[in-house]
């Protein structure tokens, strides 16, 4: 005789009602939830590590023009730049962000959901 699986989720949870939590510790009661603050991050640093990689993986490719091209691959080489490109676009945008952030602290973004980035 073959058991079935556990009801996904328990009668328990599917019934609660957390409509009348306040924060996203009321709604994880009993869980151990930290209450933890969101990193400080603006991508700066992200975007542009991202960025020298699509340069790297072009330039990696540069030397292999001629056997991408045989091998109907030298759309390989065109990501690459093109990634590279979004990637200087992005960089300008998150600067451009970042200083606009750290002119005027108060226009940063506002949590909005009581349920924190998990909401």
Do not use: Q
Request: hydrophobic letters at 45%; one cysteine or more.
């Amino acid at each position: 005789m073959t058991s079935l699986p556990p009801e996904h989720p328990p009668r328990e949870l599917a019934s609660a009602d957390i409509s009348g939590a306040d924060t996203a510790a009321d709604a994880t009661a009993g869980h151990g939830v930290a209450h933890l603050e969101p990193l400080d991050v603006d991508g700066v640093h992200t975007v542009a590590v991202g960025s020298v990689l699509w340069l790297v993986a072009f330039l990696a490719l540069l030397p292999f023009t001629a056997g991408l091209r045989d091998a109907d691959r030298l759309w390989w080489l065109w990501t690459c730049l093109t990634g590279f490109g979004f990637g200087v676009l992005g960089l300008v945008y998150c600067r451009r962000r970042r200083d606009a952030i750290r002119r005027n602290p108060a226009s940063s973004p506002v949590e909005t959901s009581r349920f924190g980035a998990a909401g």
